[in-house]
């Protein structure tokens, strides 16, 4: 039963109206930059304060997760669903595909779920951020060092795993020694 039902009872058998132009209540599909394929499934709906959106890059991860949360998925146009369907299978192959070819290599920082953040109230001009996205939920941590946030993370019973020990490494050494950082951004060697 959702909210409308229960305050107006003469709404109870009335046959959902197509709103969109996906053929599913309540979901659009929008541009993001965070999700690699530049697109994002999102469901709106009011939880009876606030207007609230589950998004996903996957229609059927939203699906799952509309359900969890106890809302209603419906159909209300079999051929814009199968289009949007069809359309959601096109950008999960890109999305693993590029996944695929930039996961392991994960030139930011060398450790799965963590990327460099530019920000120029920080001293060194960036912040490392670890985001992780789970059925329990999204953890965000953030730190102007690797080795900080490497604590913080692990001291919150989350997984600290590094994909690119090369990577990793080279920016645990430019922490220990910032004068080696600070003389090739310069330009070159004072030595």
Known sequence: MSISESYFPELENRVPVNTNKWGIMNVCLSNCDKVVTGHQWK??????????????????????????????????DNKYAIDAYKLNNELKKKHDSIKRTHNRKNYG????????????RSKNGYYWVYLNRSDEGQKTYTNKTLTELRKRVTDNGLKWEVVNPEVYEEILNNELNPQIEEAEVMGGDEA
């Not at 709906?45 to 419906?74: A, C, H, M, N, P």
């Not at 920082?109 to 120029?120: A, C, F, L, Q």
Request: charged share 35%; net charge positive; aromatic share 16%.
């Open 43 to 76: 469901y709106t709906y009011f939880d009876g304060e606030k207007t609230r959106i589950i998004s996903s890059y996957d229609l059927t991860k939203l699906r799952q997760k509309v359900l969890r949360k106890g809302l209603d998925w419906i159909i209300t």
């Open 109 to 120: 920082s060398g450790v799965k779920y963590v990327y460099k953040t530019r920000d120029k």
